[in-house]
């Protein structure tokens, strides 16, 4: 089970710090994954770490928001800096086994959150 947390508002050119907590040990072998979602449009797959922590970025978020695992292989971190307003979305962690590959879509993924909500003003 997965649980997302640190979303808010913020004015552009802020930053937020979103967490996903696991209820249990997600090591190198899994892939961890971001997705947001605006209602309407399809979910967009933001930042993925993939195979012994190889991370991927959307080109819309390069550069600006940085993915990252604790040591403990608990808690999955997506530090956002110089957010836009476009950034404003539902945000979504996930977990898979990683098996050579990591799904594109979130319903590939056994364990997914509920999404925590960012809002980015101009």
């Known amino acids: 089970q997965l649980t997302e947390s640190g979303g808010g508002s913020v004015q552009a050119g802020g930053s937020l710090r979103l967490s996903c907590a696991a209820s249990e040990y997600f090591g190198s072998r899994f892939c961890m994954t971001w997705f947001r979602q605006v209602p309407g449009k399809e979910r967009e797959k933001v930042a993925s770490?993939?195979?012994?922590?190889?991370?991927v970025y959307a080109d819309s978020v390069t550069g600006r928001f940085v993915i990252s695992k604790d040591n403990q292989g608990m808690t999955l971190y997506l530090q956002m800096n110089d957010l836009q307003p476009e950034d404003t979305a539902m945000y979504y962690c996930a977990a898979e086994e990683y098996l050579g590959y990591c799904p594109r879509e979130f319903g590939g993924f056994t364990s997914r959150g509920q999404g925590t909500q960012v809002t980015v003003s101009s």
């Open positions: 770490l993939e195979g012994l922590y190889r991370p």
